[in-house]
Structures are given as structure tokens and as C-alpha cells.
């Protein structure tokens, strides 16, 4: 058999923790293979020793056959591995061409930049695999599913044969998804191996000739997706069962949380982005809001709180109508808010949690006595959040940026739901983090739900809207086109909804 | 106790290693000019520790400080106040030309002419703070034209047909005397004259601190300035902010200068030094935006200017000492990221430490 990796032994003991040991992986040439496990299971460890970032205290790893000690990612670049990060590092100002050559340049004449030759080279790399990128590009006119592909020809621009991609897919929606699917395969195809980190199972199943778990920092298991099922790869992940979320039967109550009727609203161009809204959300009733992204559902996420006025029809959060009362009113009413991107919305990355703890909460009590901040309440509720929600933190002093996105997003669902919010309104809350945390975010919402809060859910993931919508809504284009009832929908019915099908 | 000293030795360890990198820095300038650092060092330091000089240099804090919490009040918000300049020097001579027209009780004449600065101050910044919000221009940009529109304005009125005199014995053009009744008591302390407005001074660091760390006001404006679109989704109405924060930047900077004037001078004149934005926004960098941090910093600004002069007198050019503020401004900036790597870093460990897996003696069993 053909290895392109072979790894045995591999232990890393940081200060008291022990990072990765016994870490024992084989990987084919021309294969994908995905390593997966929750966040803190020792992938990104894992992946820095590949890389030559870091150190193994122990083990060996073997590149093509041969023993290969890696010092430096130079190193490792020499043995053809290659890894593109999560975040992207481009220059934006800066065209595709530039930021591929960038740091390796041809150099002709040993003084100048041999453009021409680095020109060849990428268009061949891009035609080869099907990249679809235009080296004259500005990287700042890129989308982000082309940023990657710049990043991949990056890679590939330096001899690359064997490709670290660190969760490819979080920044990605899913037809950018679809389209990386195929350039990886495309990628293979031509004897290109690549190591696919992620913890979504379900694009691992879809994608992945070879599946290695981690957990607690070694190997659990390996498996082929053919063999194996999304249930089992999750027990693997968390060595344990997977306990599934299941609504209680209470019925929603009578008062409603949210009113909007016939609501319209235009963009900042003057462009109408949301037609005729008809939405309701009943004191302890999830409504699951389906569509894929970009068809209004920020901007209605923004009508609902007030940030934008309707310019037709009324929107009533929470008893408030959304033309009087500003945002700062409407949440000290109760409205709890996770949003869609957690670190430019939902956290002050610069601050302690505890300062974070206040943030929303900033002019109620226990937060504050009106003019004062109440730094012990916070304090302590910060410790509650972190007890309750498994924030994995030494204490709550350490500053926000210092989590990983896991820890932050369950401390910003701990801080929405205290004091028992009329309305939870919860743009994508699991995205991006493990089954760990994605269970005990469920597990919230659902108590929440219990107790009488109306929550609106936005979310890409079907699995979850189905899980825990007690109805369904979908929007296509900036209108509800449809509700739907989980009960007696099938996922095909409510993805044709979604592009805009009507279900007969 | 352990946390909190360890906290104060990352709070120092960066202003004191710039200080040191810009020593070195400058000895070796100095070294090259023919001269004994370390000498120098001395001539500096006793000349500029002379009693008479404390006080000058004193006095000068005064105004420093002041002008370094108005920068560092923006800084809270990002904002770039390049614009204390103006906003001072216009609401000093308005001050002044309200104080020269009106002859009330003192209790009344030194709080009319302190208020009247601190409002033309925030008046005048308040104007590129609504460009900011409504039109999206830059502050630094508004500023820039703003102080040299102030400058036109205050030559414009100074003239003795408008709001100003001409001064008895000099071509200097001057608003008219404040009168007794509008003049600040100064301390007679080490032979020297010390401002009272000292202790405005004071008071106005101790507001400055409790209103940003303990008030709900100074957590939205923290907040605001750490991200804007947070504090927006948290419900503060964060365009306001921007205003108010720069408001309230321009009211601190109508103070810059107010104790010259109620002390000394008591009345205004085109001898009002400029450059205080500048050295505003040097003094917030290097204090670090903390009270207490800028007034060490204003002090060392001010005993070094006072100092200077004495370079001359021996023949070493007094100008090696803007070239130490210089190197020192640099380092600052270079130690206090440095520092932040390393601090984030040891949080990083920490939290890694509770969030990376520590069970070691995991069965393997269930390998497939």
C-alpha cells in the first residue's frame, strides 16, 4: 500500500496538559482524509506538528517511506506538505498573482521578479484543477470560496503534494461548499493527498475516503464512511452517546413575543429587500426560520429588533412597537440575542468575560443600578454561565479572544438566556462548534422554551431546524414563501421550499 | 495580591523598556556627538530637579495632563483628537474674553470662565464629531482643518476693532485683563507659584477614571470603541457615542491651558503655546490611557522640556531631548504590542490548560 503519511507514537506534552499521545495515523496517497473531533481533541496540535510549528516530544513521521524530522514549516514545505489555515492570509490590496508568488518568488536575472514564468505556472496550476480563479484579480473583489482557492494555488504554487486543510468549510455556505467538494476531488484526482480537518460530520461522510477520530488527544478510531454512520462518528467524538434533543409536548401559550404584519423594509440603496412579512412567535414556541443565506434573513433579524424601521406595516417585539422604541428599549424588555457572527457581534474580544457578561445587560439589573456597574454580579453570573454552559476557562478574567469559538459561543448563549428573556432570537447558534457544545446549546434553547421564552431560529442546518422548530417558516427572496410542520415535512420537501418551490 | 502585582509588572515593564531602548538610543547619539551620556544624564536630571524648575515643570504637567486625558478619552473610541489644539486655544480666548467682560463674585467669575472653555471646547470638536457620524469623515481629517480654522478665527477676533487689545508695550495683540475676581490663587510652595487648577486637574483624572471603568456610560463607551457593532447588537446607540466621546474629548481640551490663565497670564494672547494635540496624543499613547499613567508621563514630557535649556550651556545640542521623546514615543508603541503578544500568549497557555483534554489513561478499546 501507498503511504503519503504514516504517524506512530506521536506524543506532545505541554505544561501539565498532555496535547496529543499515542497518536497513530496512516494516510493513502490520493486519498481525503478527514480527522475529526470535538474542539480541544488535539487536531490543531496535531496539524502544528505536521507543519513543523511544533514539536513532538515523541513518535515518528514517516512522508513517502521515509523517516522525516520536521523543524520549520520550510521544512515541511520541502516535503511537499501544505496547509491552508482557517483564516485566510491575503494581501487584499494586492492581485491573485501577487499574493500567490508572494514569498517564493521566480526570481529571473537574480534581482527580478520573473512574473512571466510565475504567470505559466499558476495558470497551469489553475486549469489543472479546475480552480476557477483570474490571477489578475484584486484579492479584495474575491468572495471568500475564491479567497480559498487563492489560498489552495498558494499551496500548490510551492510544490505541494500533500494538503492540511483546517476546517475548510466553517467560512464557506454550502454551494461554496459543493464547489470546494469538487476541487478537492478534482485535486486527488491527480494524485494530490489531502487531510481534512473538521468536525461537521456530515460533509466528512460526503467527502472523505478515510475518516480518524480524535479524542482527549489521541486516535479513537479510523473508519470509511461507507462503513460507519453520522450517530456513531459523534459517539466516537465524544466517547459516549449522543443524547438527542427531544421538544416536550407542551403547547405553545396564547401571547405572542412577536408581531409582524405586513412588514416591508428597504436597504440603504432604497432597493426593497423584505415584502410583506407575516411573522408570529408564541411565548414558549421555537420557530425555525429556513432559506439559504442572503435572503433577507439578517435583514429581518434587524426589523425584528428595531435596527431597521418597516417602511410598510408594523413589527411589535415583545409588546414594543419597533417605530417608538430603539433597540437599547427593546432589549431590556427581554430580548435575548445570539448572533450569526459571534465575534464582530457578540463579544468584545478585547475584554474579560465578565465585562462581556454585561454587555446587553448593560442598563438592567443585576448588571448594573442604573448609572453603576455592578462588576461582582457580573462576576459571579460569569461564573454561573461558565458552570452551567461547560465554558472551558480558567477563570473569568481571561479576555474573550483567548477561547476557542466553541467557549465563545456558549458563554454568549449563557449571557442571552439569563434572566429568562421573553424572545430569544438565535442566528445560526451551533455553526462552527463541536457536538459537544452544539448539545448543550439545544439542550438551552429547548429549556428555554420550556419556561415560555419564543425563540426564533435561523439556521442553515435542517437537521437542527427539525430538531427544534416547533414550526417552520421559510424565506426566499425577502418573503416567507412557506410554513411548514417539522412533524410532516421531509428534509427534501423543506430544501425544495427553501429554493423557492412551492410544496403542493 | 499575586495576580494583581503581576498585573502591575506587565502594566510598567513596557513604558520602563522604552525608556531604557530610547536611552540607549540617544547614548549612542550622544556618543557619536563627542559627548558622555551618562553625564549628560546627570546635567539633565539635576538641573531639571532644581526647585525652581520643579515647579515650572509642574505647572506644565498641568496642561499636559489635561490634554493627554482628552486624547486618551478618544483613544477609549478610537478616535484619533488631532483637533485639541484648536479646541483649546479657542476656548481659552473665548474664556478669557468672557472673563474680560464680566466682573461677578469669584464664586461665580472662575466657574463662568472655566465653563465657558470646557463647552466651547466640546462645541468646537462636536463639529467633526457630527461629520463623523453623519458624513463619515474622518476625524483626524475635520480636526486638521478645524484647528487651522480656529487659528484664523481667534486672529480674526484678537483684532483691537473686535475682541482684543493691543498690549501697552508691545505690538502683541491680547483679549482684555480678566478681572481680580476672575484670578485662580496660585501655592507658594519651594519658592516657586504653583497653579491651583492643579487640583481641577486632579479631579478631572479621578472623573475620567470612575466614569469609564465603574459608570454603565463609560462601559457603553468602552464598548463602543472595543467594537462598534457589538455595542450596536448590545443596544447602545453607538453613532452617539462617537459624538459624545468626542464631545466630551474637546470639553477636557477647553481646560488644557485654563491654569496659565486664571494664574498667570489672565488674559489671552498669541504667546499660548500650540502643539498640545501632539504632545496630547504622545502622552495618552505612553501613559497608556490610564490617569494615572499619563501624569507620570506628562511630568517626565515637562521636566525634560524644562531641562533642555541647559544642554546649550554646554555645549550639547538641547535638542537631543526631542529626539528622546521621539525614540521613547516609537518603543512605546513597539513594547506595549510586544507585551500584548506575550499577555495573550499566557492566557492562551491558561486556557488551553482547561480546555485541551488532561485524561490521560483513556482506554483505546474502541479503536475500529
Known amino acids: 500500500m501507498n503511504l503519503a503519511i504514516e504517524l506512530k507514537g506521536i506524543e506532545k506534552n505541554y505544561p501539565g496538559v498532555v496535547a496529543n499521545h499515542d497518536v497513530d495515523i496512516q494516510i493513502h496517497k490520493g486519498d481525503i482524509h478527514a480527522i475529526i473531533g ?3 481533541a488535539g487536531k490543531s496540535t496535531l496539524m502544528k506538528i505536521l507543519y513543523g510549528m511544533v514539536k513532538p516530544d515523541s513518535g515518528s513521521i514517516t512522508i513517502n517511506g521515509e523517516l522525516a524530522s520536521i523543524k520549520s514549516p520550510q521544512d515541511s514545505i520541502g516535503l511537499g506538505i501544505g496547509m491552508v489555515h482557517q483564516h485566510f492570509m491575503l494581501a487584499d490590496n494586492a492581485t491573485v498573482l501577487e499574493n500567490i508568488v508572494l514569498g517564493s518568488e521566480p526570481i529571473k536575472a537574480k534581482v527580478v521578479v520573473d512574473y512571466a ?101 489521541t486516535t479513537v478510531a479510523e473508519v470509511k464512511p461507507a462503513n460507519t454512520n453520522k450517530k456513531q462518528l459523534a459517539e466516537y467524538m465524544i466517547g459516549g452517546e449522543l443524547p438527542s434533543p427531544r421538544l416536550a409536548s407542551t403547547k405553545p401559550r396564547e401571547e ?64 414594543l412597537d419597533t417605530k417608538e422604541a430603539d433597540l437599547r428599549k427593546i432589549r431590556d424588555e427581554g430580548v435575548g440575542y445570539i448572533p450569526q457572527d459571534r465575534q464582530r457581534d457578540g463579544l468584545l474580544m478585547a475584554a474579560p468575560l465578565w465585562e462581556n457578561r454585561i454587555l446587553g445587560h448593560q442598563e438592567t ?12 454580579a457580573a462576576k459571579s453570573d460569569s461564573e454561573r454561565i461558565i458552570k452551567e454552559f461547560d465554558v472551558r476557562t480558567p477563570s473569568n478574567d481571561v479576555l474573550a479572544n483567548a477561547l476557542s469559538g466553541g467557549n465563545q459561543q456558549k458563554f454568549i448563549v449563557g449571557r442571552e438566556m439569563s434572566g429568562d428573556p421573553k424572545m430569544i432570537i438565535a442566528a445560526q447558534p451551533t455553526r462552527g ?53 417539522p412533524r410532516t415535512t421531509t428534509p427534501e420537501q423543506l430544501g425544495l421550499a427553501m429554493t423557492g418551490e412551492k410544496i403542493a | 495580591m499575586n495576580k494583581k502585582l503581576s498585573k502591575l509588572f506587565w502594566a510598567l515593564i513596557a513604558p520602563i523598556a522604552a525608556i531604557l531602548f530610547s536611552l540607549i538610543f540617544v547614548s549612542i547619539i550622544l556618543m557619536i556627538k563627542g559627548a558622555a551620556p551618562l553625564s549628560t544624564f546627570q546635567l539633565i536630571l539635576s538641573y531639571g530637579a532644581e526647585s525652581e524648575n520643579i515647579i ?87 480636526n486638521i482643518m478645524l484647528n487651522t480654522i480656529a487659528s484664523g478665527l481667534i486672529i480674526y477676533l484678537l483684532q483691537p476693532s473686535r475682541l482684543g487689545l493691543k498690549g501697552k508695550n508691545s505690538d502683541n495683540l491680547a483679549t482684555p485683563m480678566i478681572p481680580k475676581s476672575g484670578w485662580m490663587p496660585s501655592i507658594h510652595i519651594l519658592g516657586g507659584e504653583l497653579y491651583s487648577f492643579a487640583f481641577v486637574a486632579i479631579g478631572v483624572g479621578v472623573l475620567y477614571w470612575v466614569v469609564l471603568n465603574k459608570s454603565v456610560f463609560g462601559f457603553n463607551l468602552r464598548a463602543t470603541g472595543m467594537s462598534f457593532r457589538a455595542a450596536r447588537a448590545s443596544g447602545v446607540n453607538a453613532p452617539r457615542m462617537i459624538f459624545i466621546t ?44 490610564n490617569p494615572i499613567g499619563i501624569a507620570f508621563a506628562a511630568f517626565f514630557w515637562a521636566f525634560l522640556e524644562q531641562a533642555a535649556p541647559i544642554l546649550d550651556l554646554n555645549g550639547i545640542p538641547k535638542e537631543i531631548v526631542m529626539m528622546m521623546q521621539g525614540s521613547i514615543i516609537l518603543s512605546t508603541v513597539a513594547s506595549y504590542e510586544i507585551v500584548k503578544r506575550i499577555t495573550r500568549r499566557q492566557q492562551q497557555r491558561l486556557v488551553g490548560a482547561v480546555d485541551a483534554p488532561q485524561v490521560v489513561t483513556e482506554a483505546k478499546g474502541d479503536k475500529a
Open chain 1, 256 to 319: 405572542k413575543v412577536l408581531e409582524v404584519k405586513d412588514a416591508t423594509a428597504k436597504d440603504r440603496t432604497g432597493r426593497e429587500i423584505l415584502h410583506g412579512i407575516n411573522l408570529d412567535i408564541h411565548a414558549g414556541e421555537i420557530l425555525g426560520l429556513a432559506g439559504v443565506e442572503g435572503n433577507g434573513q439578517s435583514e429581518l433579524i434587524e426589523l425584528i429588533m428595531g435596527l431597521v424601521k418597516p417602511d410598510s406595516g408594523s413589527v411589535v417585539t415583545v409588546g
Open chain 1, 433 to 485: 462548534v463541536d457536538v459537544g457544545a452544539q448539545a448543550i446549546i439545544w439542550d438551552h434553547l429547548i429549556e428555554a422554551r420550556l419556561k415560555g421564552t419564543g425563540v426564533l431560529l435561523v439556521s442553515a442546518d435542517l437537521d437542527e431546524l427539525f430538531k427544534l422548530s416547533d414550526r417552520i417558516a421559510v424565506i426566499f427572496r425577502g418573503s416567507i414563501v412557506d410554513y411548514l410542520d
Open chain 1, 117 to 217: 514564468a510565475a504567470r505559466a505556472k499558476i495558470e497551469k496550476i489553475i486549469s489543472t484543477y479546475g480552480l476557477d480563479i483570474h490571477v489578475d484579480d484584486l484579492v479584495s473583489d474575491l468572495g471568500v470560496g475564491e479567497r480559498q482557492r487563492v489560498e489552495i494555488a498558494k499551496v500548490l504554487f510551492r510544490g505541494a503534494e500533500i494538503l492540511i486543510l483546517d476546517e475548510p468549510t466553517a467560512v464557506l455556505v454550502p454551494q461554496e461548499v459543493d464547489d470546494l467538494f469538487k476541487n478537492l476531488k478534482e485535486l486527488t484526482q491527480n494524485g494530490l493527498t489531502i487531510i481534512f480537518i473538521s468536525h461537521k460530520l456530515d460533509e466528512v461522510m460526503t467527502i472523505a475516503d478515510n475518516i480518524t477520530v480524535m479524542r482527549h488527544g
Open chain 2, 56 to 142: 515650572a515643570e509642574l505647572n506644565q504637567t498641568i496642561a499636559y495632563y489635561l490634554a493627554g486625558v482628552a486624547a486618551a478619552i478618544g483613544f477609549r473610541m478610537l478616535l484619533f483628537n488631532i483637533g485639541i489644539d484648536g479646541q483649546y486655544r479657542l476656548a481659552i480666548f473665548i474664556a478669557a474674553v468672557v472673563g474680560g467682560a464680566t466682573n461677578l463674585p469669584t464664586f461665580l467669575e472662575l466657574p463662568l470662565i472655566i465653563l465657558t472653555g470646557v463647552v466651547v471646547g466640546a462645541l468646537w470638536a462636536s463639529i467633526a464629531g457630527y461629520l463623523k457620524v453623519k458624513r463619515n469623515i474622518s476625524e483626524v481629517i475635520s
Open chain 2, 246 to 289: 468626542m464631545a466630551l474629548s474637546g470639553a477636557i481640551a477647553g481646560l488644557t491651558g485654563m491654569g496659565e490663565l486664571l494664574s498667570s497670564t489672565h488674559t489671552y494672547s498669541l504667546a499660548f503655546p500650540t502643539g498640545y494635540a501632539l504632545t496630547g496624543l504622545a502622552l495618552a499613547l505612553l501613559g497608556r490611557n
Open chain 1, 365 to 376: 439589573a443585576p448588571m448594573s443600578n442604573g448609572m453603576w456597574i455592578n462588576k461582582g
Open chain 1, 38 to 40: 470535538e474542539n480541544g
